[in-house]
């Protein structure tokens, strides 16, 4: 695979009172913790990497999906691997390839490049699985005192939005950017008129075709039951969020 962010490489991350910082997570490069190197499609929406270990080579899908345009744009962030004999998106498999680290680390650096181009948005992380809820929230609970360095993570507890706390169970997680800065939507500003037509025929990363990977199929019955999970949990938290939002100046 083509590193386009090479493991031991930077990315721009971000900005904050438009000053880009650099280097990828800051707990990656002080730790120098190891992540798998990802590709994207364009639209910088969807993201694949390789997990390898003693289950082969899987590949990772990581999607953000659009819920909510007003009062900002909300996304929900998914994982998942592809399974190449039905031909789908699978939320649910346990890959158990022992890097699990590696696999959180990987998806920590596509959240940090994700919202370096989306800026306006917030995104929403939850799952119907307690055991992938539990391995977010320690994620979070590990490397807390470097996330908080540029972005707020709120955790859903009671039906309550509140600042992400060590040893809180949640049932899902809000991120949202510290100085926050508006900005319009791109809606793929970087393609242009060709790319966007071939876009259309194959699923392309970077402009090259990831092992065959087709089209995600946005009416299938597992894609549809995911985006309206996400669904729910946005509008049962959606009074807690408003009030965060004007807090925090967002609206």
Not at 6 to 29: D, M, V
Not at 36 to 51: I, L
Not at 152 to 178: E, M
């Amino acid at each position: 695979m083509q590193q386009l962010f090479p493991a031991g490489g930077s990315l721009i991350i971000g900005r904050q009172k438009n000053i880009r910082l650099f280097g990828l997570l800051p707990n990656l490069l002080s730790m120098n913790l190891e992540r798998y190197a990802y590709d994207r499609k364009r639209t910088y929406k969807e993201y694949v990497f390789y997990s390898n270990g003693p289950n082969g080579r899987v590949l990772k899908v990581v999607r953000f999906v659009l819920l909510k345009t007003r009062p900002v744009h909300i996304y929900n962030l998914t994982l998942g691997d592809w399974n190449k004999a039905y031909d789908e998106l699978d939320y649910w498999s346990v890959t158990n390839n022992g890097d699990t680290g590696k696999v959180l680390a990987t998806v920590a650096a596509i959240v940090y490049d994700f919202m370096d181009i989306f800026r306006s948005a917030l995104i929403l992380v939850e799952s119907d699985s307690p055991a992938r809820i539990r391995l977010y929230q320690m994620a979070i609970h590990k490397y807390l005192k470097e996330i908080e360095e540029i972005f707020n993570v709120y955790g859903d507890i009671d039906d309550d939005l509140v600042l992400f706390q060590k040893n809180v169970h949640y049932n899902a997680f809000l991120i949202t950017r510290k100085e926050y800065v508006i900005l319009k939507e791109p809606n793929e500003i970087y393609m242009t008129s060709s790319t966007k037509n071939n876009q259309i025929k194959k699923h392309v990363y970077n402009d090259r075709d990831i092992d065959g990977l087709p089209l995600i199929d946005e009416n299938h019955p597992e894609v549809i039951k995911k985006t309206e999970a996400a669904m729910k949990t946005l509008d049962r938290i959606m009074p807690k969020l408003e009030a965060i939002l004007r807090k925090d100046g967002y609206l």
